[in-house]
């Protein structure tokens, strides 16, 4: 085998995200086949009016409405105030494997990112994972042993290719490059029953291994509010070098898209 291949390596993972910025998201009381009413009040009349600047909605009679706030709350009060619901998405920029596999015997390297969605929506929000490439680990660095763009860490491959591996096991002469989520809003897929994934209610610490794809998979769902203190999902990051292959030197990383929406 040779040693020089099996040297320290140092990988990097710069992560893009990208947060649904504050948007208009509204719920409805009642609907058809062709419309949503959104909101109704019991009053004494309204109406709308135009002219060739302005629009004007108007309501009559409506009790308790206005403006009012406190430390940590506003309320917008009245059927034409309509309050606008926000999401924002704060996540770990960037992170490093380590230790970073070497020496005769492989290696594995871990670490992790959290995404924290924040969000007043009654519905609460869903949130997405996915790799700008395929395999997801590759060379990123000129002039090393490895290739920029081209030499790689395979992907990790479960059992069965739509359910993550309650363990994380690789074949010999190979490497892998997965992921697991840990949180209180992970969906099903990433959920465990002690022995298997995709059934059950656990979320057990680093259980459920599973491949990036470059298209988006959802690794929570949460049907409730965040504010203020917000939902966090943990993604758990692990490389492996097995014990009898190699893997050239060099700088590899990931690019990653976390991405959070309205439920």
Known sequence: MNNRKKNAFLIFFIFATMAATAFSVFAYISSSTNYRLEADSINLGGTRGTSSSFIIEDTLGEVGT????????????????????????SVTTSAALW????????????????????????????????????????????GSECVAGTTSFSDYTPTVSTTPDYDWSIPASSTAFGYSVQGTSIV????????????????????????FNTTDEQIANSSNPTHPNGGTTTVKLKSEISASTSQPLGSYSAILTITAAAN
């Open 188 to 211: 099903t897929k990433f959920k465990d029953n002690g022995s298997a994934c995709a059934t059950g209610t656990n979320d057990t610490a680093d259980k459920c291994w599973y491949d």
């Open 66 to 89: 206005g403006n009012s706030s406190s430390t940590n709350y506003s309320i917008l009060a009245g059927y034409q105030q309509m309050a606008n619901i926000y999401i924002s998405l």
């Open 99 to 142: 230790p970073p596999p070497h020496g005769y015997n492989g290696g594995i390297s871990t670490t992790s990112i959290d995404a924290t969605v924040y969000t007043d929506d009654p519905a609460g929000y869903v949130l997405f994972i996915k790799s700008s490439s395929s395999p997801a680990l590759v060379c990123s660095a000129s």
